[in-house]
């Protein structure tokens, strides 16, 4: 195979000057994964990053574009963000159960599938598995005999949904038991799969025969259950946490791939080659989204696969250094809700309709996957403000991408249409698409699409024109396109517009170009106070995929607006004071809205804590260079305390200038890279700022995949004006400690 392909290399390179864009297709064959030689060039290289293409399965997956994640069990009902694996199955005390609530809901928001997690780190099952008694059968729902799987799977069927599940290769409570299997330190021998269990045979009478140790047998026979007896299962998706390890326990992938493959044919497998994480749990989302990955060794024969969080990842710097060459999609994963489980509808903010809509355009309209978490409540539904986003967000899509307005227009008809085989081949060198309309259209939106299930992903920077006072105004300037590209952009009026193909790796295929205007609303806010306690209100920074060239972004793509705000906790409306320039605050909360005529926006809402004017640092147990104990709290979290890196609890002391009464703290850990986040800590008080005794412990669950600030809140009042936050345990093992920012609360008067 390697021949063939430096064979074909060469008559490319021979006959490039002259070749047709008709003749592509017997250029260079596509294939999901092209190996790279060292006798490659860097354009051969580049030659066959172009004529790299997803799977069918994966093609399929992509269509999907906006799916749902459902995180379900003892986490509900005991709060917690990871569990133990040593509850009580019995504290999943469910009464009532709706899966086709959650369907509605979901099929409401545009979503075509939703992944399940039937098994998390905590080992508890949400089905009736033959291999365990560590879930819904050992608790008092339908006296031990509900299934949530199986309730979901009937309800996917109802409304339409695709189904794929969530088994978490992590499992503490497998972990923890005496008897567990995870880390036992057993023999790897041959074990048929699935083992028998009598008085519950099985349907499907495929068997398989692995070498595997008891871990893997067990996590291989539920497997077997969950892509047999639920199905059809479409994707199936692996967690890289691990929450702890024991006895040097190793997955055997390669034998789950086998099984995969075999009992769902239809499936795609995240975590692995097929889709990867998108690198954060935020909703973050890069400019530049390549799908067609660098790896040092063949996919294909991986047992392990790493996380890949970089900005960059594809571009072709990236790629010279291949060995192979691999489609390989990613999920923009993150939940409507602070934290993945459900925990109150009072102290569990909320993503606004528009902070959702904004994800969906800049992951689906950035050549990925959306997968929004939505949790279940302890009443086995999702609550109605959760329901109400999913509504609204859906709405939003359908009003927004329904309405083609190029649909009729003038140019290359096999970009105009919904038929995705169809595409039109561009000259390399001079490649522009031109479309015009018999009347003006008025568009804010341009969606792009590459025929890369034939011809790979090939634009690495385009532009589209508009023509207004009879010339060619340049409207935005983005990157690459995809599988999906939409621009956002200040609507504009016109009967003609033009994309150019700036660069690419081959000749474009596109399969299809797009207008649609979407109804601006206010745009969403963000709320800062520096250190003197003067607070600013100002447009969220948002990643639009496009260059402004000069333009005032907020002002333009969100229309002219006010901003309106209170300081008293009441919520703002029409009548609220209007924001014009920073104001003093020593400390409160702040909610404020963006309007636009009658229109009002999404509310932001920050509780601010004690003015930070007058602290001091009384000690530190280390610092790093340029890393000093002041940068915890000045405001800034682009700056942070890093401790020296050693065994011990670093802490930071410090003097808040004066006694007050405090409820919580918040901690705000740095995102520059994932060390030094404190997982578990203490806080101490102190009289005089220097005898100092123990206040109480705290824990913050899941920081590296998801750095953003956390809030604790004390058990009873302290009144206090020195006060310690000391490190017991470092996210992921660090050795070092770092604070962006602390805040303490103020107990409300």
């Not at 963000?526 to 003197?532: G, H, K």
């Not at 907020?554 to 104001?583: H, K, Q, V």
């Not at 305390?641 to 802490?651: K, L, R, T």
């Amino acid at each position: 195979m390697n021949k063939l392909f430096q064979c074909l290399a060469l008559v490319v390179f021979l006959t490039a000057c002259s070749q047709k864009p008709k003749f592509d297709a017997l250029v260079m064959p596509v294939s999901s994964t092209i190996p790279v030689n060292d006798t490659d060039s860097k354009d051969s290289i580049i030659l066959k990053a172009a004529h790299v293409v997803p799977t069918p399965n994966q093609y399929e997956a992509l269509k999907n574009e906006f799916i749902a994640f459902i995180h379900f069990g003892p986490n509900t009902f005991t709060r917690m963000e990871w569990g133990n694996g040593m509850e009580d199955p019995k504290v999943f005390n469910l009464k009532n159960l709706d899966t086709d609530q959650w369907c509605k809901a979901m099929s409401d928001a545009g979503m075509k599938k939703v992944i399940l997690t039937v098994k998390h780190h905590d080992g508890f099952v949400l089905w009736q598995s033959r291999y365990t008694d560590h879930g819904i059968m050992s608790t008092p729902f339908q006296d031990g005999k509900g299934d949530v799987l199986r309730e979901l799977s009937e309800s996917c069927k109802k409304y339409g949904l695709k189904l794929g599940v969530y088994l978490s290769p992590a499992d503490l409570f497998q972990i923890e038991n005496e008897e567990g299997l995870y880390g036992n330190l057993s023999e790897y021998t041959e074990r048929t799969i699935p083992r028998p269990v009598e008085g519950r045979p099985f349907e499907n009478k495929t068997t398989f025969t692995f070498k595997v140790d008891d871990y893997n047998e067990y996590f291989l026979n539920q497997l077997f259950e969950l892509l047999t007896e639920y199905g059809p299962i479409h994707e199936v998706w692996f967690d890289g946490a691990h929450p702890k390890r024991k006895g040097g326990q190793t997955y055997n992938y390669l034998a789950w791939k086998e099984l995969i493959r075999t009992l769902a044919p239809e499936t795609v497998i995240f975590g692995k080659e097929d889709i990867r994480w998108c690198g954060n749990e935020a909703g973050d989302t890069r400019d530049t989204e390549w799908n067609v990955i660098p790896y040092l060794e063949d996919p294909a024969n991986l047992n392990k696969f790493e996380d890949i969080t970089a900005e960059d990842i594809g571009s072709r710097e990236k790629l010279y250094n291949a060995k192979f060459l691999h489609y390989q999609q990613a999920e923009i994963n993150t939940s409507i809700r602070e934290g993945w489980f459900y925990r109150d509808d009072t102290d569990q903010k909320v993503r606004s309709t528009d902070d959702v809509f904004d994800i969906y355009e800049r992951s689906v309209g950035g050549n990925a996957t959306f997968l929004l978490n939505i949790p279940p409540n302890r009443e086995g539904k999702f609550s109605p403000e959760d329901v109400r986003v999913l509504e609204e967000v859906g709405q939003r899509i359908r009003e927004t991408y329904s309405n083609n307005l190029l649909a009729d227009a003038k140019g290359p008809k096999n970009i105009l249409d919904a038929n995705d085989a169809l595409f039109e081949v561009l000259d390399k060198e001079n490649a522009e698409l031109v479309l015009s309309t018999k009347a003006p259209i008025t568009f804010n939106r341009l969606v792009l699409q590459e025929a890369i299930a034939t011809h790979g992903e090939r634009v690495e920077q385009h532009a589209l024109d508009a023509w207004i006072n009879n010339e060619w105004q340049e409207i935005a300037v983005s990157t690459n396109i995809g599988y999906k590209r939409i621009l956002r952009f200040p609507e504009v009026t016109t009967n003609k517009v033009r994309v150019r193909f700036l660069q690419s790796r081959w000749y474009p295929a596109i399969s299809f170009v797009g207008a649609y205007y979407y109804n601006t609303r206010p745009p969403q806010l963000a709320i800062e106070r520096d250190v003197n306690g003067m607070v600013s209100i100002a447009p969220k920074k948002e990643d639009f995929g496009w260059k402004p060239h000069g333009q005032d972004i907020s002002a333009n793509l969100n229309g002219d607006y006010i901003i309106r705000y209170t300081t008293d906790g009441s919520m703002p409306t029409a009548n609220s004071p209007i924001y014009e320039d920073p104001f003093s605050l020593a400390a409160g909360e702040v909610k404020a809205v963006a309007q636009i005529n009658d229109q009002l926006g999404a509310v932001v809402e920050r509780e601010l804590g004690v003015m930070k004017k007058d602290w001091k640092l009384l000690q530190q147990s280390s610092a790093q260079s340029g890393r000093e104990g002041a940068a915890a709290f000045d405001a800034d979290p682009t700056t942070y305390w890093q401790s020296a890196s050693n065994n011990q609890n670093h802490y930071l002391s410090l003097d808040l200038g004066a006694e007050y009464a405090l409820k919580g703290f918040t901690y705000t850990p740095q995102k520059a890279h994932r060390d030094g986040m404190i997982e578990k800590g203490v806080l101490k008080i102190s009289a005089d700022g220097k005898s100092w005794k123990t206040l109480e412990s705290f824990e913050f669950g899941n920081l590296i995949n998801d750095p953003t600030t956390r809030k604790h809140v004390f058990k009873s009042v302290v009144n206090t004006r020195y006060i310690r936050i000391e490190s017991r345990e470092i996210a992921g093992g660090g050795k070092v400690a770092t604070i962006a920012e602390v805040d303490f609360l103020l107990e409300e008067k």
